[in-house]
Nanobody
């Protein structure tokens, strides 16, 4: 079965950096686009960044120039490098893969940006 496991979250001060990792199993990782989502308290889950099988990337406007998504197919992993973090980046970050009409999620990793 498909499993996604995120790691790398934690508390960080404004302006700091974190690198999130997600390792997938149960599917042919290199064949799928991967995405990072986040959900802040009281808000809807939103897509943050995505990377295609050819490593083309896309980002929401609020993180452009600060976040970088990448993948390592040999390690079945996708990463989110987050720089210059802001308090509004505080959220639970989830890894996502879509297979047909099914979406798979990890349990998420908490990122808290606060001074």
């Amino acid at each position: 079965q498909v499993q996604l496991v995120e790691s790398g979250g934690g508390p960080v001060q404004p302006g700091g950096s974190l690198r999130l990792s997600c390792t997938g199993s149960g599917f042919i990782f290199s064949n799928y686009e991967m995405s990072w989502y986040r959900q802040a308290p009281g808000k809807k889950r939103e897509v943050v960044a995505a990377i295609t099988t050819g490593s083309n990337t896309g980002y929401i406007d609020s993180v452009k120039g600060r976040f970088t998504i990448s993948r390592d197919n040999a390690k079945n992993s996708v990463y989110l490098q987050m720089n210059n973090l802001k308090p509004e980046d505080t959220a639970v970050y989830y890894c996502n893969v879509a297979e047909g009409d099914r979406n798979y999620w990890g349990l998420g990793t908490q990122v808290t940006v606060s001074s």
